[in-house]
């Protein structure tokens, strides 16, 4: 293969995200070189990983470590708020100097910019480098504007649009995340063919589905955040008879979870368990019927959004429970495997859980949920990866 022997580097400002592991896992299967860099305090092992993980410290101050959280808020907003605008003075907004000044210190044959935080240093290092490089954008940077999850000022949102207008279209290949989202990224930068799609899938599967469970089984992963109408799909179960929930996650909403299922007598109907390594998440939510995620659409990158935690659960045999977004509506065989549920509140919820009755229907679903996975994850979906990255060093192709 033509990446054989090749050195790659993935960049990522943040923590080491599972999609970037899973790249650089197949990235090393396919015979090349792999460094993650990683622009972040948060900081992980990987030791026995075929692939190594370099951390810089990313342009902003060290978060307080005081414990007492009004002070610690205090000197985040104040002492360290000042020590950041002044390290992004000095290399930028997400440390674009330093991204590329670290770079071009590297012998490399590819440099990967895992979104737009880190493109423009990237670029600039490929084109020290005279490398090519590839542009993964998990997220739809156009229309971010709009997003609430992620805390951004105005002047970072405008960095990331303007750097995605300016580099995107030198990348030799453009990645994202679904065919709708690939169709609007070349609409909205005006790309001569649309970006490549690798979906978030794992490389694993359950050993086989269960049998539908009475009471019925439901699971929600993730990340614990308001944002995710995780409340609404708690106290809709919490009014159901017949079904059962567990949170698998972490986040801030874990103590209000834990305080409900106290204070409402909950504790037969609904859970939370942790977090678990990327690698078990299908064998560990095998035994459930569905898998449930139905946040309120709000800009167009949740209406493109094919998240991890589909690929997950249908990875186990669970129906997944979404909301119905322009992606899911054409999604190949959806409504084979899949159901919709409105979010608009918790008794939208309630009401489309109650429709999940037939044992025999149920049962065909999840059948037909862990077949189709087997067209998107495990040994196809790290193939696909190994097959995109050859067109980076494809000769007819620079």
């Not at 590297?106 to 493109?119: G, P, Q, R, T």
């Not at 453009?174 to 978030?200: C, D, M, R, W």
């Not at 017949?242 to 037969?268: C, P, T, Y």
């Not at 899911?328 to 109650?354: H, N």
Request: charged residues 25%; positive net charge; contains cysteine.
């Amino acid at each position: 293969m033509q990446i054989s022997g090749k050195k790659i580097c993935i960049v990522v400002y943040g923590i080491v995200d599972g999609r970037s592991i899973k790249t650089a896992r197949a990235l090393s299967c396919a015979g090349a070189y792999v460094k993650i860099i990683s622009y972040t305090y948060s900081r992980k092992s990987y030791a026995g990983e075929s692939f190594q993980v370099e951390y810089h410290n990313p342009a902003a101050a060290v978060p307080s470590k005081i414990k007492l959280r009004p002070f610690r808020i205090l000197e985040n907003f104040t002492i360290k708020r000042i020590q950041t605008l002044v390290l992004q003075k000095k290399n930028g907004l997400f440390g674009t100097s330093k991204v590329a000044e670290d770079l071009t210190n590297e012998s490399l044959d590819c440099i990967c910019a895992v979104n737009a935080n880190v493109l423009e240093g990237c670029a600039i290092a490929a084109k020290n480098l005279a490398i090519p490089f590839v542009y993964e954008a998990y997220e739809y940077w156009p229309d971010h504007s709009k997003d609430r999850a992620y805390r951004l000022t105005s002047a970072e949102r405008l960095f990331l649009r303007q750097s995605e207008r300016k580099f995107a279209k030198d990348a030799k290949v453009f990645i994202t995340v679904s065919h709708y989202l690939a169709s609007q990224y070349q609409t909205a930068l005006g790309l001569v063919k649309e970006p490549a799609v690798i979906f978030n899938a794992p490389f694993t599967f359950a050993k086989h589905p269960t049998a539908v469970h009475s009471p019925l089984k439901i699971v929600c992963l993730g990340y614990f955040q308001a944002q995710r109408n995780l409340k609404n799909i708690f106290d809709a179960v919490a009014a159901l008879k017949g079904v059962e929930l567990v949170f698998q996650g972490e986040g801030a909403l874990e103590k209000w979870f834990k305080d409900e299922i106290n204070v409402r007598g909950l504790h037969d109907k609904i859970s939370v368990l942790p977090m678990v390594p990327q690698d078990e998440v299908s064998d560990s939510i095998a035994d459930y019927d569905v898998g449930i995620f139905c946040p309120q659409i709000y800009n167009e990158q949740m209406q493109g959004a094919l998240p991890n935690k589909f690929f997950e659960y249908i990875s186990a045999g669970l129906i997944p429970a979404m909301t119905k977004t322009k992606v899911f509506s054409s999604f190949p065989e959806f409504d084979s495997f899949g159901v919709f549920i409105d979010p608009e509140s918790a008794d939208t919820i309630r009401r489309d859980l109650l429709l999940l009755k037939d044992e025999g229907s149920l049962s065909q679903k999840k059948l037909n949920a862990y077949s189709a996975a087997k067209k998107y994850c495990g040994p196809l979906h790290i193939q696909s990866i190994a097959n995109l990255y050859e067109n980076v060093f494809d000769e007819e192709n620079l």
